[in-house]
């Protein structure tokens, strides 16, 4: 247990530093695409490098939806997400450090800072906010169960689930900044402090939401048929 939370903890800092530290350092150079890309690229390394030793969730919505979906134990989930939301703070604040070296510097408008109204890039409201977050969620979870439940994808679980965070990013940048991860909206909003703590109830709701129905869904998709009262095909039989 030791060694697979230190892995979730160690990946969602990698997630945090590769992701909104990009965002933050480096945005104006990259644009949305490049931020994108950046997140996608540090869940596709690190569950490379980690998913062998915890399974490279790195995200509580992650976790929660993969106990849903039966592939977690249920003792796994509070001490994965508790290493999950620490590593994202130290990320953050190893952040912070870096960005206060330009006097230029402002933490309120570009600390990677997720937020709906106000706190949205583009001024998308709750209702916006709330349907992206749980619809892109419940869809990365169904992208994650369905690559990991067959051993002819799972050795390529990592690119899939990598591309699959940046289509969401290029997606949903303009309208929450993007989470679908509560510990990378934690860790920025703790150092922030702000309207960003004060809006991090819902990127804690939504993800958490879209992850139990894509895990939900993803098992529904990904159990055999017999398991769930479907009598299977039988070759050459006659139709009923």
């Known amino acids: 247990m030791l060694k697979r939370v230190l892995a979730e903890a160690l990946g969602t800092f990698w997630l945090v530093l590769g992701g909104c530290g990009t965002a933050v350092l480096a945005g104006s150079h990259v644009g949305f695409g490049g931020v994108a890309a950046a997140f996608g690229l540090t869940v596709l390394t690190g569950a490379f490098a980690l998913g062998r030793i915890s399974g490279g969730h790195f995200n509580p919505a992650v976790t929660v939806g993969l106990w849903a979906a039966g592939k977690t134990g249920s003792g796994d989930v509070v001490p994965y997400v508790v290493a999950q939301v620490v590593g994202a703070i130290i990320a953050a604040w190893v952040i912070f450090i870096i960005a206060s070296g330009n006097p230029a510097f402002d933490i309120t408008k570009g600390f990677a800072l997720n937020g709906y ?51 969401i990013h290029l997606i949903s940048i303009p309208v929450t900044n993007t989470s679908v991860n509560p510990a990378r909206s934690t860790g920025v909003a703790v ?27 993803g ?8 398991a769930i009262g479907v009598a299977p095909t039988i070759p050459g039989a006659p139709a009923e």
Not at 134 to 163: C, D, E, K, Q, R
Not at 206 to 214: D, N, Q, S
């Open 117 to 167: 109204g106000a706190g949205s890039p583009d001024g998308y409201g709750l209702t916006a906010a709330l349907v992206t977050e749980v619809v892109l969620t419940a869809v990365f979870l169904v992208v994650i169960v369905g690559v990991v439940s067959s051993p002819a994808t799972a050795p390529f679980a990592p690119i899939a689930i990598g591309l699959a965070l940046t289509l």
């Open 191 to 217: 150092i922030a402090q702000g309207l960003a703590l004060g809006q991090l109830w819902l990127f804690w709701v939504a993800p958490i939401v879209g992850g139990l129905i894509g895990g939900l869904v």
């Open 219 to 226: 098992r529904f998709l990904t159990q055999p048929e017999a």
